[in-house]
């Protein structure tokens, strides 16, 4: 199964998803994040998740006769490349976009739900721009982009700080311009 089929599954993004930050979690701390997910549900995908090599166990013990397992995601085993990209269907792509978007719904609804909502200080906000670049331009303005985020990709937990979620979207305009 390659990386794009195996993260389409909505269950597995969501679990994923949880992992972001360089996260490590049971999967009772995971069952706790994903409370809607059926235990059974979380155990088989989180054991395909591993056996595909995108969680690996990181720590293991005994607890109440049982082996407890924590996992880490290995970030690069879960990059879609040019090639399958490339190779997914319109379909394809719409199944995956979905699956995002769910996630991001998952979000948020979570942040509403947890009953201390302000925006501000939260940092939480949700904003469309458009602008006008060439393509030098805006492979200029993504690799900007990246240099700003990339530092703190590496950042650990620490007392005081916050796991925070970005996403991002880039869609084309249209392909006009106003005539003078």
């Known amino acids: 199964m390659d990386s794009v089929e195996l993260l389409l599954h909505p269950i597995r993004l969501r679990i994923v998803q949880a992992f972001l930050g360089d996260r490590t979690l049971t999967t009772a701390g995971l069952s706790a994040e994903l409370g809607d997910v059926p235990p059974g549900s979380l155990y088989r995908q989180v054991a395909r998740l591993v056996d595909a090599g995108v969680l690996e166990v990181v720590d293991e013990r005994r607890v109440r006769g049982t082996v407890e397992r924590t996992y880490r995601l290995r970030l690069a085993a879960t ?12 379909e394809d792509h719409r199944r995956a976009f979905l699956a995002y978007i769910a996630g991001v719904l998952v979000d948020f609804d979570r ?8 925006f501000t200080r939260d940092g939480v906000g949700y904003h469309t721009a458009g602008f006008w670049l060439d393509d030098t331009e805006f492979a200029e303005f993504v690799t900007e982009l990246g240099r700003v985020i990339a530092p703190r990709l590496t950042n650990r937990p620490a007392p005081g700080r916050k796991r925070h979620i970005l996403r991002t979207i880039h869609l084309p305009g249209e392909d006009t311009t106003e005539s003078d």
């Open 79 to 90: 990059a879609i490349t040019a090639d399958q990209l490339a190779a997914m269907t319109p």
């Open 111 to 118: 942040y509403l739900d947890h009953g201390d909502i302000d």
